[in-house]
């Protein structure tokens, strides 16, 4: 197996900046930066304090900030000491359609899945009493499937795993996952009917979840992501209006949670159902503008690992640093983008113009998505630093012109891409002085 590395030409590093891919398996040792996470450990407290009893968490952070290659840090962590599900809905089901009912599906589907793929646990899935597996059969089967016609499985070795009840139901997951994802009509006829019924889907789940803890000494762990990505109003409703249904699992959660939905008013009350660790941005500087050298070093140890220095113009790397506002997807971005600008005009290095035109693009989709009425509050924000559960604030937030940060204290900032625009458009907007 090829060790990776840092990338020796533009050609190279285009491919492994991708702001697409979470960092995982070998490339999780080749070109993590550690920001010293204490989201990470608190997640890993939380589980370890429970001692195989269940706990729901929200781990919540700006898109980008890095949270899904954290979760993989996380869950290599842990080792064998959980049975982990990982599950991103995005996959299944864009943001824009999400609701709490296609969550709870989603995760008990791919709970069923994963339990029924002996080449994902150490030991025979099929050692799981068969009258488990039977009764899972028949909720999907019957339940969510319900008059619906599917391909039924007569025939187990057709999904490529050996005879028995679990290789049906990992062929019924699958075949749910496929229909729920591209057929719109299937889709709602299985939300109309298990609008009364998710009970029964979860308390399959739980008593999979309970068999896996008993025979095995190993509780279950789901990971869900891309719940983060609905807009605040359908992100509201997953968690301000049915917190009891995603904490119904008789197994460890976690969910992705956007950080808009951290500053609106209802979130205390979801409080008590959840367990909730923040990973803010990386700081370049503290509140009062003096320069913040630890965030810096885990921003270029992040470009370090992935690129040779050669390969970048030492002002180049520090513009990309500094446009990224320590978004860790948008650092990447833009590193990608400035070798592809690079590797365009023939060039063997990124210089100041490339980077340059990178960050230009960046602007250019702030300038799209940000209304007149944003900018006066951008400007507001810039000299005060304040969060608060405004609406309109969160819809920045949601968006990315504002960041939050946490260095001592929790403070928020104009994104630096979007800092011009500000100046531009607001009358007798000043810079401060020691802004950089």
């Not at 059969?137 to 039924?152: A, E, H, S, T």
């Not at 050669?310 to 180049?316: D, E, V």
């Not at 405004?390 to 504002?402: F, P």
Request: aromatic share 8%; glycine share 6%.
């Amino acid at each position: 197996m090829t060790t990776l590395g840092p990338a020796r030409d533009l050609r190279e590093a285009i491919r492994i900046f991708n702001p697409q891919r979470p960092l995982e398996g070998e490339a999780l040792h080749a070109y993590y930066a550690d920001r010293g996470s204490d989201a990470r450990q608190r997640m890993r407290i939380f589980l370890d304090v429970a001692e195989g009893e269940p706990v729901s968490m929200l781990f919540t952070g700006h898109s980008g900030s890095g949270k899904s290659t954290e979760l993989n840090k996380l869950i290599e962590e842990l080792g064998d000491r959980y049975f982990v599900v990982k599950v991103r809905t995005g996959d299944i089901i864009p943001p824009t359609d999400l609701t709490y009912v296609d969550v709870i599906l989603i995760a008990a589907m791919a709970l069923f899945r994963t339990a029924s793929d002996e080449k994902l646990i150490r030991r025979a899935p099929a050692q799981i009493v068969e009258g488990v597996w039977e009764q899972i059969k028949q909720v999907i089967d019957k339940v969510i499937f319900g008059d619906l016609p599917y391909r039924r499985l007569a025939q187990p070795a057709e999904v490529g795993v050996k005879v028995g009840v679990p290789p049906i139901v990992q062929g019924l997951a699958l075949e749910f996952e496929a229909r729920f994802k591209n057929e719109p009509h299937t889709r709602r006829q299985i939300r109309e009917c298990m609008q009364n019924r998710l009970s029964e889907v979860i308390e399959k789940a739980n008593l999979l979840s309970a068999e896996i803890q008993h025979r095995y000494r190993t509780p279950v762990l789901i990971v869900i992501e891309d719940t983060d990505k609905p807009d605040p109003g359908r992100a509201g409703e997953l968690f301000f209006d049915h917190p009891q249904s995603l904490t119904a699992f008789n197994a460890s959660v976690i969910y992705t949670f956007p950080i808009a939905l951290r500053y609106n008013a209802k979130f205390n009350e979801v409080d008590r159902y959840f367990k909730c660790s923040r990973m803010p941005n990386l700081p370049l500087f503290q509140r009062d503008g003096s320069p913040d050298e630890a965030g810096r070093r885990v921003l270029d140890q992040a470009i370090a690992r992935r690129m040779d220095s050669t390969l970048i113009a030492p002002a180049a790397r520090e513009a990309i640093i500094q446009a990224s506002g320590g978004v860790m997807r948008m650092l990447i971005g833009l590193a990608q983008n400035a070798a592809v600008n690079a590797y365009a005009r023939g060039a063997s290095r990124i210089e100041d113009r490339d980077a340059d035109r990178a960050i230009s693009d960046l602007r250019k989709d702030f300038v799209a998505a940000l209304t007149t009425e944003d900018y006066p509050i951008l400007a507001a924000r810039y000299h005060d630093k304040r969060l608060s559960s405004d609406e309109s604030l969160q819809t920045l937030l949601q968006m990315r012109a504002l960041l939050e940060y946490e260095n001592g204290e929790t403070w928020c900032d104009v994104h630096p891409v979007v800092l011009p625009l500000v100046q531009e458009r607001v009358p007798g907007f000043v810079l401060q002085a020691n802004t950089k």
